[in-house]
């Protein structure tokens, strides 16, 4: 078993007998600060690391708003569009207008495939973003 002292480093045997002098005098060196220089550049180095992880983490955050505002906007739109069309089927049938009738009918199937449409669209992008 080997014993840890000022002049061997990590365990290792000085392989010269004037590198024991050597390494005493950087572990003083470095006990005593003189070494800052070295210190300086390893914190600016971890700073530019962490500064260029918080700007990727950053552009995320704002893609990922960016995605919820276009699907509050797309939700929206259709909302805005197939509106009439709800309104108009309602309004038919509460009115006692046949089903078949050719206008009913039409709303009808505009207010049933348009969001089967939206809904297989938004699928297969939650598809595609997932794989």
């Known amino acids: 078993m080997k014993t840890v002292g000022l002049d061997t480093l ?3 045997a000085p392989t010269k007998e004037g590198s024991g002098d050597v390494m005493r005098r950087d572990l003083l060196s470095a006990l005593a600060g003189n ?8 914190a ?8 260029a ?3 990727v983490m ?6 990922r708003k960016r995605g919820l ?7 929206l739109l259709v909302v805005v569009v197939l509106g009439p069309f709800f309104w108009r089927v309602a309004d038919e049938l509460i009115g006692g207008e046949l089903i ?9 199937w505009v207010c049933i495939l348009c969001p089967a ?10 598809m595609r973003k997932k794989s």
């Open 100 to 108: 078949g009738d050719t206008a009913t009918e039409f709303s009808l």
């Open 117 to 126: 449409l939206v809904a297989a669209a938004l699928v297969a992008g939650w």
């Open 44 to 51: 600016h180095k971890t700073r530019r690391v962490v500064l």
């Open 58 to 63: 950053q552009d995320q955050k704002a893609g």
């Open 69 to 75: 505002a276009v699907a509050l906007a797309a939700l």
């Open 35 to 42: 070494q800052a220089g070295r210190d300086r550049a390893v």
């Open 10 to 12: 990590d365990g290792q």
């Open 53 to 55: 992880s918080l700007g």
